[in-house]
């Protein structure tokens, strides 16, 4: 290879690389760094100036830390993760909150496809039906999970989720969610709201803190992800697959079923 070439092949390999991958970290004493680098591969995502403000008015979050490395649940056998995450109490408050609101329902069943018993059994698994929806600010969680090596890759593209979103005015800096970055009801990733949350209250706003939008959202989730309208849902049946969209635990997966079919039966 000449001398020319070669200068040629390293101006190519710049251009291609200008904006490069943030590094990732294993404790707080890189974050501050890492967000400048971090706030240039987002701005080159399609983040605007609002989210790239919020990306570098965060802050490294323990708490976040300490939930990632402490989620001991899901090692459970199923009978003890039920037990643990109150099985018996979503079954019998879902079967009331059906009943009680039986046209809803129908109605989300009517449009996408999903049975009351799925959703209802994923909002008292997540939020417990919206009694506890997080304590953790939203962006701060979210940017320190793709600043963390474990799961890097995987975070950053919900991150910048997250930014887009802040530039939306869908949430701000402000916003409280989950430990994981999850927001509303039914514990949505950012880039799970950025791609399947729906106005279900029609008015004209997708908010996941209103029940009404957070439930549709999670119906439309599913539906979107290949629920099959009139199939079962139980381990074994084609609609089981796609609960295992929702959270990759065998457990949870196996619980959401039970529970589901409980409610509705």
Known sequence: MTKISIVSLSL???????????????????????????????????????????????????????????????????????????????????????????????????????????????????????NFMGDTNVVSAIATLSYDCRRSEFFTGHMQAALKLVDQGVITTQTIGARHGEVGHTQFLPGNVLAYAVDGNGDGAVDLANQADALASTANFLAQKGWQPGKGYQEGEPNFAVIKQWNAATVYQQAIAIMGGRIDG
């Not at 004493?29 to 971090?38: D, F, H, M, T």
């Not at 995450?85 to 079954?91: F, K, L, M, S, T």
């Open 12 to 130: 190519s390999l710049a251009a291609f690389g200008a904006v490069q991958a943030a590094p990732c970290g294993n404790d707080s004493s890189g974050y501050e760094a890492w967000k400048p680098v971090a706030a240039a591969e987002a701005k080159a995502a399609g983040v605007g100036k609002r989210g790239i403000e919020a990306l570098l008015g965060t802050s490294y979050s323990t708490q976040t830390i300490k939930a990632d490395r402490g989620q001991k649940s899901f090692k459970y056998s199923l009978e003890k993760f039920m037990e643990v995450r109150g099985a018996e109490a979503i079954v019998s408050q879902g079967r009331k909150r059906k009943a009680k609101s039986a046209d809803f329902y129908a109605g989300l069943e009517a449009r996408y496809g999903v049975p009351a018993g799925v959703i209802i059994a994923i909002h008292g698994m997540e939020t417990g039906f919206g």
